[in-house]
């Protein structure tokens, strides 16, 4: 990688955060994942004229003591953020994600808190989405289940009909064979 900690650092300032306010934990924790994560690629880091031009270029309004930041590096905070989560998002996820967010913000800590509410939310809206399969699988088991053993039963009880309508002619039959044979022997 061809940047340092103390350049992470001192473009983290750069970009409007209050180094003190974010504090160092936090500052070690954001730049060590960033080193981690681009040790074998080449991090590159906007110079402070080009985030101006890229926030005029995408009409980002700032308000009052508050900094402007781009869908790019929305989208590289909620990637960290995740990560330092062990939360693991694809592309796509990370894209959907930071379309909720904001894109200003008074500090790090109120970037940190909106970032962490976005994928908590993301998170929930997949859970539910993968509660809901789970429930229409179970209620189509259960359906499924219900129409076969209503089948099996009205089967069986169609079987046990048939059984005793055949057993009750065959019963029948037997009576009157007897009856023919007694009266044969009984008249010889």
């Known amino acids: 990688i061809k940047i340092t900690r103390s350049n992470l650092i001192a473009e983290i300032s750069s970009l409007g955060f209050d180094l003190e306010a974010v ?8 730049t060590q994942l960033l080193l981690d994560k681009h040790q074998n690629t080449e991090l590159t880091v906007s110079e402070p004229e080009e985030i101006t031009a890229a926030l005029s270029d995408e009409h980002h309004a700032s ?3 508050s ?9 590289q905070l909620i990637s960290v953020q995740a990560q330092s989560l062990g939360i693991e998002l694809g592309e796509s996820e990370i894209t959907d994600i930071s379309q909720t967010v904001s894109d200003s913000f008074t500090d790090f800590v ?4 909106s970032i962490n509410s976005s994928i908590k939310d993301y998170a929930q809206s997949k859970l539910d989405s993968i509660e809901q399969q789970i429930d229409n699988s179970n209620n189509n088991l259960r359906d499924y289940i219900d129409k076969r053993t209503t089948s099996l039963q009205r089967k069986s009880v169609e079987g046990a009909i048939t059984t005793k309508e055949v057993l009750e002619q ?15 022997f009984t008249t010889q």
């Open 67 to 75: 900094t402007a930041i781009t869908n790019q590096q929305k989208e």
């Open 110 to 113: 109120s970037a940190a808190l």
């Open 63 to 65: 308000t009052p003591n």
């Open 23 to 30: 504090g160092s934990e936090n500052i070690d924790t954001i």
């Open 170 to 184: 065959k019963s029948s039959s037997l009576k009157s064979f007897s009856k023919t044979l007694a009266a044969a």
